[in-house]
């Protein structure tokens, strides 16, 4: 079996990560120099991953290739299949791991986290538009761009993170999804935890305690992680003041929610705001 060895062509130290959409001429066996996450846009194939078997994979479908890591797509002439290519950087992604967790490199390579993710339609539309925010970005803003873009990485990878979770959901006591479910309602969201479990007639600390089993984090982390994505719709979607948007998502300090996002996001506020509108 020949394997080619794909060169990175599309990224610079300054700005370490490339894309493009591919349709065609990626049916060899191949590795890269660079890490690639890829997710079909439109239609389907059949995908090899690392010398596995065949798999079909469709819309929505993504994969996380290391460059030690093999992969090529099957087509027939009847079959059509674009998918969008992410090229990054290695050192670079070392980087964007370590800021994430210093182990998380190792727990990609070694297969515990799953290369292999299905993404929503949304999803698969937030990211198109955070590319065309990027791609918009003039060259001469190469400090802006490069912040955006580890962001941009941070938010690439958080499927990968909780695919695994999302996959033991149909495992959850009922009890436990509803749970979840409040979490996700605004209106609950907004009163924050207290209302959140109000329904729930078990102690506090077992609450606590239960969830960070299931989910691996705290309530009160998982509770700023819906609201900082809710927050980042409605400041890229409208011309909501954000304060107001931070009030009406439960924030008591418009400076607390400064922090937690920039920290999420790696860009203020404001700045995402100015970004969506480039």
């Known amino acids: 079996m020949v394997i080619d060895n794909i060169w990175d062509y599309a990224t610079t130290e300054e700005i370490p990560m ?4 591919t349709s065609l001429g ?21 995908h090899k991953f690392n010398g596995g078997p065949s798999k079909p994979i469709q819309a929505g479908d993504a994969y996380l290739i290391l460059p030690s890591q093999t992969h090529s797509f099957i087509r027939t002439k009847e079959t059509v299949c674009s998918h969008r290519d992410i090229i990054i950087r290695e050192s670079f992604f070392h980087e964007v791991c370590d800021f994430i967790d210093p182990t998380l490199f190792d727990k990609l390579s070694s297969g515990e986290i799953s290369p292999h993710v299905t993404l929503s339609p949304a999803k698969v539309n937030y990211l198109e538009n ?18 955006i873009i580890k962001t941009f990485a ?13 996959m033991h959901f149909s495992e959850f006591p009922a009890w436990f999804k509803n749970l979840l ?3 996700n309602m605004i209106e609950y969201m907004q009163q924050g935890l207290n209302k959140i479990l109000k329904p729930f007639n078990y102690d506090r600390k077992y609450l606590c ?35 107001d948007i931070a009030q009406d998502l439960g924030f008591s300090s418009v400076s607390y929610f400064n922090v937690i996002f920039k920290k999420r996001y790696g860009i203020t506020p404001m700045e995402a705001r100015q970004n969506s509108k480039k």
């Open 154 to 166: 941070a938010a690439l990878l958080e499927p990968f993170l909780t695919y695994k979770a999302e």
């Open 130 to 147: 955070q590319i065309n925010i990027i791609n918009q970005i003039l060259p001469t803003s190469i400090g802006q761009k490069k912040a």
């Open 209 to 243: 305690r239960v969830f960070k089993k299931y989910m691996g984090i705290t309530m009160t982390d998982y509770l700023n992680h819906i609201r900082l994505d809710y927050a980042m719709n409605m400041i890229q979607s409208t011309n909501k003041n954000i304060l």
């Open 181 to 183: 479910s409040n979490f």
């Open 26 to 46: 990626d049916v060899s066996v191949h590795t890269h120099s660079f890490v690639e996450i890829f997710y079909v846009t439109n239609g389907s194939a059949n």
């Open 18 to 21: 490339g894309f493009k959409i």
